[in-house]
């Protein structure tokens, strides 16, 4: 059953209809019914992420000509939200790989690295995460430490990056670290990015973080230490790392927009229900204008996130800059989770304070969408500079 909550179905093409119901008759089916146990046990569900790979999830934006499914932007958006909506852990999952490597590696990458990285990740084959964030570098990235110095025709890698999604699990990473040198430091422009298969000796994962919510997605700080590399590993233009890092992230805030609209929905679905069935007074909750105004408030602002980050993708797929559209989206879509959750935990009342009712879940995985990716205050600055730019 479709509601007004839902993604409107009349406005979108045959395969953006079938990629969202194939979605989502999976997550119902095969993530939903876990995700509590997840939640509870911190469990990353590696076969979930499997058979997604197996359906083409994991390369969705990825050309077909490498493997991929080459589905446009608003098709990925349209499935990244009904992944989220039944466990936003493995949408983060799904989220990171479609975005960020796989832009950077298709962008930037040479043939053979494309042969070699692109195609297996596309396939489903390879679990792919991003390590740009350092524990003292992390709304200016900039700033970070890790280094790769020269040796030989290849680099070695010594550093520490915090909280990779992927971390400890992933098959490959991409790495960002410096490779000016201590005595000549050139800012963003002394970045480099780096393919590292995480079997290479050196690359240490920490144990996975004990997080508030998105329990079933595994972060880790990741230890860099004496890591070599070939001269292939490097991705592109030296330098050019941390431009490639926010071309990454633009597509990367569109993911995590699609992800808070899949929490608020299903906290708005929920909630729904709930209001139907919970009688104070003699009568249904829902039957209390006050009660109404609340959902009605809760689907008004899921639609307009929607649109906002659907609007921006479209953008996107025709080659616009989408910097700021970026940041609008996952500005207003994950404030707009945190907001909604709050307020289904509030309708569930006591019961909405407990474990035992998935309301909880949602207002906790909705919290990190306005950190990660850059923080709601980080999205506001480029918003705000984009209205300053000739
Ligand atoms: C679950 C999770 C998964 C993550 N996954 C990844 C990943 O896969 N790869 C990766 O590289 N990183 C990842 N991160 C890191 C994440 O992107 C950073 O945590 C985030 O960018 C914020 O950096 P910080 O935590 O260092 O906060 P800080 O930069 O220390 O910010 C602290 C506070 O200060 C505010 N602030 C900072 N600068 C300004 C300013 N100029 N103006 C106003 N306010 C400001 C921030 O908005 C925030 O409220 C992940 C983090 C989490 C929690």
């Known amino acids: 059953m479709t509601t007004v909550a839902d993604a409107p179905a009349g406005g979108l093409t045959d395969t953006q209809r079938q990629v969202m119901e194939l979605a989502r008759e999976f997550a119902r089916e095969h993530i939903e019914p876990h995700a509590a146990e997840w939640d509870r046990t911190k469990e990353f569900p590696r076969p979930v992420l499997d058979e997604l790979g197996k359906l083409g999830f994991l390369g969705m934006t990825v050309p077909e000509r490498y493997d991929g499914m080459g589905f446009d932007s608003v098709t990925y958006l349209l499935a990244l939200e009904e992944i989220a909506a039944a466990d936003a852990g493995i949408a983060v999952s799904i989220g990171i790989q479609n975005a960020i490597p796989a832009t950077m590696l298709l962008r930037h990458g040479s043939e053979a690295q494309r042969e070699r990285w692109l195609k297996p990740l596309a396939r489903g084959e390879l679990l792919v995460g991003f390590a740009l964030f350092e524990?003292?570098?992390g709304s200016d990235p900039a700033g970070m430490h890790a280094q790769a110095v020269r040796d030989g025709d290849g680099?070695?890698?010594?550093g520490a990056k915090a909280w990779a999604t992927n971390g400890g699990t992933a098959d490959?990473?991409?790495v960002m670290v410096r490779t000016d040198t201590p005595g000549a430091r050139r800012g963003a422009k002394g970045i480099s990015?780096?393919?590292?298969?995480?079997?290479t000796p050196g690359y240490r994962p920490g144990k996975p973080e004990d997080k508030m919510g998105l329990r079933a997605s595994n972060t880790a700080a990741v230890a860099l230490e004496d890591l070599r590399l070939p001269a292939d590993?490097?991705?592109g233009e030296e330098g050019m790392g941390f431009v490639y890092s926010m071309e990454g992230l633009e597509a990367g805030r569109l993911g995590i927009a699609a992800q808070a609209v899949g929490i608020a929905r299903r906290a708005l679905e929920l909630s729904v229900a709930y209001c139907a069935e919970r009688r104070q007074f003699d009568r249904p909750l829902r039957d209390f204008q006050g009660v109404q105004f609340k959902l009605a408030d809760m689907a008004t602002r899921?639609?307009?996130a929607r649109a906002l980050a659907h609007a921006a993708a479209a953008c996107k797929d025709r080659g616009e800059p989408v910097r700021e559209q970026a940041s609008m989206a996952k500005l207003f879509a994950s404030e707009t989770a945190m907001w909604v959750t709050t307020q289904a935990v509030q309708l569930f009342g006591g019961y909405g304070y407990m474990r035992d009712f998935p309301v909880e879940k949602l207002f906790r995985d909705a919290k990190v969408t306005e950190?990660?990716?850059?923080t709601s205050e980080i999205q506001r600055i480029v918003i705000a500079r984009g209205l300053y730019r000739a």
Do not use: R, S
Not at 371 to 374: D, F, L, N, V
């Open 155 to 158: 680099w070695v890698l010594n």
């Open 135 to 137: 524990p003292d570098a």
């Open 193 to 199: 990015t780096f393919i590292v298969p995480t079997d």
């Open 233 to 235: 590993a490097l991705l």
């Open 302 to 304: 899921i639609a307009a």
């Open 371 to 374: 950190i990660y990716e850059g």
């Open 172 to 174: 490959l990473m991409m």
